[in-house]
């Protein structure tokens, strides 16, 4: 199982959107994942804005439970 989400953060780390791109089949998973991204933010970042805006404005992320 694996669902992969789009994270768009703004430069303070705070998530902004969070939204599934391929879901894993199982609606309490998918849910799961979409809480947990936002209970983690704000989320590490570097300091170096170029950085951010080409890495971490808008990325995607796989997560599969082990």
Partial sequence: MEV??????VPTGEVINVSIIS????ESLDRS?????NRAQPLPVP?????FE???RSFIMPFRPE
Avoid at 4 to 9: S, Y
Avoid at 33 to 37: D, I, S
């Fill in 54 to 56: 080409q890495q971490f």
């Fill in 4 to 9: 992969v989400v789009r994270i768009q953060l």
């Fill in 47 to 51: 300091t170096d804005i170029r950085i």
């Fill in 23 to 26: 879901g894993s089949g199982n």
């Fill in 33 to 37: 994942v979409l809480a947990a991204v």
